[in-house]
């Protein structure tokens, strides 16, 4: 049985709380990523995602130079590295998340996407139908989009 870990990107872009939100926006464009974990040494203490930033951000007339923690969203589901595969798919598909933090011992450890499932051919199958129920009309979720 696979495990999140053999999967798992663990080369993640991180920021902390006090980086600013233009920070963030900046580092997004740069990367061509939309999701970033926020972080106190290796601590996840939440995520933010460029949706945050239009919504909670720049839509509530915040300016770019405020700190993230005016932003980010610290009600994240994460996933412990032995999880398999399985169970992350579901948990994507049961919850419509596109990307789960994997964290042990409350350090961040990497991240696990939808395309993790996909693109390494692991289960292809769980992460299609994981990503037809995260794609279909009327869902949402508060941190991953």
Known sequence: MRKIADIMSTDCVTLSRQASIAEAAHLMKDRDIG?????????????????????????????GSEALDEVLSNDVRTVPSDMSVDEAAAIMAAEQIRRLPVVD?????????????????????????????????????????
């Open 35 to 63: 999701f970033i974990p926020v972080v106190e040494g290796r601590r996840l203490v939440g995520v933010v995602t460029d949706r945050d930033l239009v919504i909670r951000g720049y839509a509530d007339n915040r300016v």
């Open 105 to 145: 011992n409350g350090q961040l450890e990497g991240i696990v996407s939808i395309g993790d499932l996909a693109v390494r051919e692991i289960f292809v199958n769980e992460a299609g139908e994981a990503l037809s129920e995260i794609s279909e009309p009327g869902g949402s979720s508060s941190y991953a989009h």
